[in-house]
């Protein structure tokens, strides 16, 4: 049986970026993935990083996240000097639109968090709005400009699945985890299809299939959302800023991609893109850009987010020894990948993290 200080289940953004810490700090570890690397939410997502508050986060979850949003911005080129791969982050505003006085109200709610993040905002009329971005045509009420990044995520998993291997993360697809190994209430390893790993710690970070591990005794209520976007080329459409529209964001990638997204729909696991999705994105992006119209259609997709009840992630140690958990990072998990790591790091090396997170409290819903 093959043995490891630590054993990590599932291969996203959040498994690969916590293997990166645990292997950096002197840990072995076996980096388990029952697909392909970075294949699934992680590899499904819009890569945006800041941008803009929801509504159910304080202002230090929202701080934190801007922070993991820096700590990505600096860690794409040191990956890029690792493994030759470069993620394509890049720095941008965001422009937030309304179209009436409701969509205005929201906007202008999330000021205090942003102030509170030391990110900032700057409300701008109709004529601004125009004159920043001269491809939005529609009849803007309101705009409000914030800092933005966005970061090429499969570019990025792809570099931190390459970082991880050449640093002596034993990674092993194809490998599908489905139970704890436990002696007493201490975690001794893992069980998978093929064979048992003997493990001084186990990380779960299974995104949606995180309730799926056997053996532990925590509450797992992590769920799949559902997420469609799609990506369009678009030469008459040159946008210097990322638009969120009420329900939609318009995303420039530094390649010259444009990404558009998302839905939010709990159908299960199942995968498919459907027209209605595909045509509320559509026609919300032609109405405030008009000139979308001519773009060509280069790919359509569906993720999954790792939904979790009160929209914050399941991040620490659990009641058994040795067993944490990193799953349920919903709609935010790219920006809280290099936190989590952190936390976990922390946790496993020295059994306490310093950073102000309660509210992801692993055992918060058993
Ligand atoms: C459409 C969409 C848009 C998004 N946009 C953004 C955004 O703009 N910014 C942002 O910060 N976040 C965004 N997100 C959210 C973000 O992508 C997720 O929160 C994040 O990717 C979760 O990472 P993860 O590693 O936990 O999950 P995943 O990437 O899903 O990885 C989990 C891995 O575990 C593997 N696995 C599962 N079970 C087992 C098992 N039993 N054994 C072995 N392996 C297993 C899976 O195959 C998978 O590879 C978006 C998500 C979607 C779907």
Redesign the pocket.
Known sequence: MKSYDVVI???????LMAARALRAAGCTVAL????EV???????????LMSRPYAYESITDFALRVEGSEMLLALAPALADETGIDAEATRHPALHVAFNAAEEADVRALQAHLDGANLGCEFIGPDEVRARQPEITAPVTLGMVTSCANIENRRLLRALDAAARKSGVDVFTG????ALQVTGKTVTGVRTASQDFAAGAVVN?????GA??AGAPEHVPVQPER?Q?LAVHADAVALTHLINLPQYIIIPRKSGRIVL??TTEKVGYDRRNTLGAIHGIVHAAIHAIPALAEATIDEVWA????FSPDGYPLVGASELAGYYYA?G????????APITAEIINDLILTGQSSRPVASWDPKRFS
Do not use: D, N, T
């Not at 289940?9 to 498994?15: E, H, L, M």
């Open positions: 289940v599932g291969a996203g953004i959040i498994g388990l993935e029952r697909s970075g294949k699934e939410a992680s590899w499904a997502s819009a890569g945006v490998c599908v985890a489905y970070a299974a995104g949606s299939w799926a591990l997420g976007m997204g998302a993720g999954f987010r790792p799953v990072h919903h709609k935010l998990g790219i920006q809280q």
